[in-house]
């Protein structure tokens, strides 16, 4: 199956600074999800991106299928964005997602 | 309107016996998805299904595993003669229809049930 890899698995913030997550995979997709699961385990869908460039707030995620990664940048980190941060491609015509490890924030006040 | 709810949030039993874990889809989701996931992983795909018919099962381990929907709306999660490596965190997700492409669609998961199995 399609193999995810999430960089850097670990990441500490100060309040304010930005940071850039990736996600590698190794087949082609047909989309890409990223997910942010908050302390408490709640996952929440940040971004449903097969391509191209998206912005919501102080997040944005690029996802280059051609060239098999995504990013996702975080401006301006606030202490609740800590959490895990999870790619999750869906390879052509599956129907179904495969996460990645996932990224763990932590920002500090 | 309602998210994804689950039921029980946690399931405690012991080695051997047979629990059933509950989703309720958001209204009008013809996806459903559950996941599990373990301490420091991502969720891990166990079966998807589309209306009522499960679409892909693939991702279940044993066939002490089985799920259900049968009006295409809650579905139940079954599993016979519980071990302990089956303890985890069981999501499930919903999502619109599918489309002719078969690809999914913006999923939007519910809160999990933490089962531990003794």
């Known amino acids: ?109 | 309107g309602a998210g994804v709810s689950q039921t029980p949030s946690n399931k405690v039993t012991e080695k051997g016996k047979y629990v059933e874990l509950r989703c309720d889809p958001i209204s009008g989701h013809t996806a459903l998805y559950w996941y599990r996931q373990s301490l420091g992983q991502g969720p891990e795909f166990l079966i998807y299904f589309q209306g009522t018919g499960a679409a892909d099962d693939s991702g279940l381990p044993n066939d002490r595993f089985f799920a259900v929907r049968p009006e295409g709306s809650v579905s139940t999660l079954k599993i016979q003669r519980t071990e302990r490596g089956d303890s985890a965190v069981y999501l499930c997700a919903s999502s619109p229809y599918l489309g002719q492409r078969r690809s999914t669609d913006t999923q939007y998961f519910g809160p999990g049930t933490r089962l531990t199995v003794l």
């Open chain 1, 1 to 109: 199956g399609i193999q995810v890899e999430q960089s850097p698995p670990d990441l500490i913030l100060q309040e304010g600074a930005n940071s850039t997550l990736r996600c590698n995979f190794s087949d082609s997709v047909n989309n890409l999800q990223w997910f942010h699961q908050n302390p408490w385990g709640q996952l929440i869908n940040l971004f449903y991106i097969p391509s191209g460039t998206k912005q919501n707030g102080r997040l944005s995620a690029t996802t280059v299928a051609t060239e098999r990664y995504s990013l996702l940048y975080i401006s301006s980190s606030q202490t609740t964005d800590s959490g895990v941060y999870f790619c999750a491609p869906e390879i052509t015509n599956a129907g179904k997602s495969t996460f990645g490890d996932g990224t763990t924030l932590t920002v500090k006040p």
